[in-house]
């Protein structure tokens, strides 16, 4: 669940991608980098660690041209960020170019492996390589062309802004599984980004979002064109980027993430009411639903947990033991508040359960005399194959568990979710979201028992 960004004709186009990578540092921790060209050649500087500590103004200084890509990297467990963050550079026969990649391609252990056998030699272990390859092996005559080519051999999520030392290709897969957006700057140049919250901190305007199976061409000099490089497109954008991932202050596919969060927790409250004295958010993705459940029930809200922001997403931390210690470093409760009450308290999501154990038994020692749970989503039962880390069934505590066992596995007095009908109520129903941790609905290939199809 990375963040990518591109930007096109703008002077010091590296430190504009900088702010737009540093408004989506949510999307990914482990490592950060920035691609650039002059018309003549790319340079590229990634390295481990958050925005604001690999860049510096001298190193943003040195990355001149007017067209960058960058990317915020998330793995799945076990990764080398160092090795494995992007861009991805390489020289190949008609030039050079860089890559960043969101998303999870399915195929990517048959497509490597095909690969390998006529002779490829990979350095990382990164699904986003086997782009490189595929654009380096093919026999087109131009880099547009190759790109085609390699589309037709890869299946699963995937937004891609591929820069060559004149142009940069922008492509979003044939379901929309994973969001981008083009902005336009007022005094010329343009954006994509991840999420639009990038366009704001930059001063860009939004144009659209892009579209599923759409490919747009930058070109100095000229407008971008865009293609429609599938024919069956079959959109399924991503629910999950609504439940945890994106700003709530992002647009995604003209919905404001903060206002759909609020409609699952009205929703959620309507489905799972309690008799409590007090509801409270787990920072900050439960916030908005937390207010929705807590207007629905006419029961005071609290922000009752203080989180350091200092510390980052829990979620995404590659190991069990690194999310269990920053759980602790990351909230704290506020004791007055919660003390002799019966509380109600709202998360996003229930993965692995660890977290949301280390919330309860939090609020019992601050004195809360009941603690209910609540989440607005559905229960996950299946693994994400297209770039949410939950790699195998056996760590979703749902697929083993019912929420009253879970509740008392977690110390909660009881313990509600939101069904996958009011899911889809609370987005519309004019998209045909992609539920697949709920529902299991592989339809971009791949199955909940196949193995981990790699990194991100």
């Known amino acids: 669940m990375c963040a990518i960004v591109g930007v096109f004709g703008v002077e010091k186009a590296s430190t504009v991608a900088y702010y737009s990578l540093f408004s989506m540092q949510h999307r990914g921790q482990e490592a950060t980098g920035i691609s650039v060209t002059d018309g003549k050649r790319l340079t590229v500087y990634k390295k481990r660690g958050m925005v604001t500590d690999v860049f510096y103004q001298d190193i943003l200084d040195g990355l001149r041209g007017r067209c960058a890509v960058g990317h915020n990297r998330y793995s799945t467990a076990?990764?080398?960020?160092?090795?494995?963050?992007?861009?991805?550079?390489?020289?190949?026969?008609?030039?050079?170019?860089?890559?960043?990649?969101?998303?999870?391609?399915?195929?990517?252990?048959?497509?490597?492996?095909?690969?390998?056998?006529?002779?490829?030699?990979?350095?990382?272990?990164?699904?986003?390589?086997?782009?490189?390859?595929?654009?380096?092996?093919?026999?087109?005559?131009?880099?547009?062309?190759?790109?085609?080519?390699?589309?037709?051999?890869?299946?699963?999520?995937?937004?891609?802004?591929?820069?060559?030392?004149?142009?940069?290709?922008?492509?979003?897969?044939?379901?929309?599984?994973?969001?981008?957006?083009?902005?336009?700057?007022?005094?010329?140049?343009?954006?994509?980004?991840?999420?639009?919250?990038?366009f704001d901190l930059v001063g860009a305007e939004f144009i659209r979002d892009v579209k599923p199976g759409e490919m747009l061409i930058f070109e100095e000099g000229k407008e971008p064109t865009s293609q429609m490089v599938f024919e069956n497109v079959d959109y399924h954008p991503c629910a999950f980027e609504y439940i945890y991932f994106a700003r709530p202050d992002s647009i995604i596919d003209g919905k404001n993430v903060y206002k759909m969060r609020l409609q699952m927790g009205k929703r959620l409250a309507k489905e799972t009411p309690t008799d409590i004295d007090l509801v409270l958010p787990v920072p900050d993705s439960g916030v908005a639903a937390a207010r929705g459940y807590a207007e629905v029930l006419g029961v005071p809200f609290e922000m009752g947990i203080v989180r350091n922001h200092y510390v980052g997403r829990t979620f995404i931390e590659p190991t069990q033991a690194i999310r269990d210690l920053k759980v602790k470093m990351k909230l704290s409760p506020i004791e007055h508040l919660i003390a002799g009450k019966r509380v109600a308290i709202i998360d996003d999501s229930l993965v692995r359960g660890t977290t949301s154990k280390q919330i309860v038994r939090m609020l019992k020692e601050a004195g809360a005399t009941e603690v209910h749970m609540r989440i607005a989503s559905p229960e996950i039962k299946f693994p994400c194959r297209y770039g949410i880390d939950t790699p195998t069934r056996e760590e979703l505590i749902s697929t083993k568990y019912t929420p009253s066992e879970i509740a008392k596995r977690m110390g909660a007095d009881s313990l509600g979710f939101l069904s996958i009908e009011g899911l889809k109520e609370?987005?519309?129903?004019?998209?045909?979201?992609?539920?697949?941790?709920?529902?299991?609905?592989?339809?971009?290939?791949?199955?909940?028992?196949?193995?981990?199809?790699?990194e991100i």
């Open 426 to 454: 609370s987005l519309g129903k004019d998209r045909n979201y992609s539920l697949v941790s709920f529902d299991g609905n592989y339809f971009a290939g791949g199955n909940a028992e196949s193995p981990s199809c790699g």
């Open 78 to 198: 076990g990764s080398d960020s160092v090795g494995d963050a992007q861009p991805v550079f390489a020289k190949y026969k008609l030039g050079e170019i860089s890559v960043v990649h969101n998303g999870n391609l399915v195929n990517k252990q048959e497509v490597r492996q095909a690969l390998i056998d006529k002779g490829a030699i990979f350095q990382t272990d990164m699904d986003t390589e086997n782009i490189i390859h595929l654009i380096a092996k093919s026999e087109k005559n131009s880099l547009e062309d190759r790109i085609k080519d390699m589309l037709t051999k890869i299946e699963g999520a995937y937004c891609l802004a591929i820069q060559s030392r004149k142009k940069m290709f922008v492509i979003r897969d044939r379901f929309g599984i994973r969001p981008l957006s083009l902005g336009r700057f007022s005094d010329g140049g343009y954006i994509v980004a991840s999420e639009t919250c990038a």
